[in-house]
Each structure stands twice: as structure tokens, then as C-alpha cells.
């Protein structure tokens, strides 16, 4: 490999890394915020007598799946971002 095609291997390594980790990061970040908005709703709900008796176990199933969404998509960039990082050079 030339030094050229090495320094643009590198770069788009360092691209990827920089990405990656934003968006594991934001994957955190985004979660919060939606499940936030989602139980300013839940609350209604949970308040009403007619959806109340069900809310919290809608909203526990709700929280649960946002979680693991969100979680996957953090874990799985997180780990993207580990081996851009690993492939770099050591300086």
C-alpha cells in the first residue's frame, strides 16, 4: 500500500471512529429525550380512569422496547467505533 492510499485508509478510519462514537452517544442522548416525551403522555393516561388500570404496563412494555432499541444501536456503534480506533496507527 502507498503512503497516499495509507494516509486515506487512515483518514476514512478516523471518519468512521469520529461517527461512531457520536452516534453511539446520541443513541444515549435521543433515548432520554424520547422516553421523557413519552411519559409526559403516560402520565395523562395513567391519570385517566378509563386507561389508567393499563398505562403503566403499556408503558413499562414501551420502556422496555425503547431501551433495547436504543441500547442495541449505542452498543452496536459503540463497538463499531472500538475497531476503527483498534485499525488506526499507533503513534
Same mark, same amino acid.
Given at each position: 500500500?502507498?503512503e497516499?492510499?495509507?494516509? *486515506?485508509?487512515?483518514?476514512?478510519l /478516523?471518519?468512521g ?5 457520536? &452516534?453511539? %452517544? /446520541?443513541? $444515549?442522548?435521543a433515548q432520554?429525550?424520547?422516553l421523557? $416525551?413519552?411519559? %409526559?403522555t403516560? *402520565?395523562i393516561?395513567?391519570r *385517566?380512569?378509563?386507561?389508567g388500570?393499563?398505562? %403503566? ?5 414501551h420502556h422496555g ?5 436504543? /441500547?442495541?444501536?449505542s452498543?452496536?456503534?459503540? /463497538?463499531?467505533?472500538? &475497531?476503527?480506533q ?6
Amino acid at each position: 500500500m502507498t503512503e497516499k492510499q495509507q494516509a *486515506n485508509r487512515d483518514w476514512w478510519l /478516523g471518519v468512521g471512529h469520529m461517527v461512531s462514537h457520536g &452516534l453511539a %452517544e /446520541g443513541a $444515549i442522548k435521543a433515548q432520554r429525550v424520547h422516553l421523557s $416525551i413519552a411519559d %409526559e403522555t403516560f *402520565n395523562i393516561l395513567a391519570r *385517566n380512569p378509563v386507561t389508567g388500570p393499563v398505562s %403503566e404496563q403499556v408503558r413499562s412494555v414501551h420502556h422496555g422496547v425503547s431501551r433495547l432499541c436504543y /441500547g442495541t444501536v449505542s452498543l452496536v456503534s459503540d /463497538g463499531l467505533a472500538r &475497531l476503527s480506533q483498534q485499525a488506526l496507527p499507533k503513534d
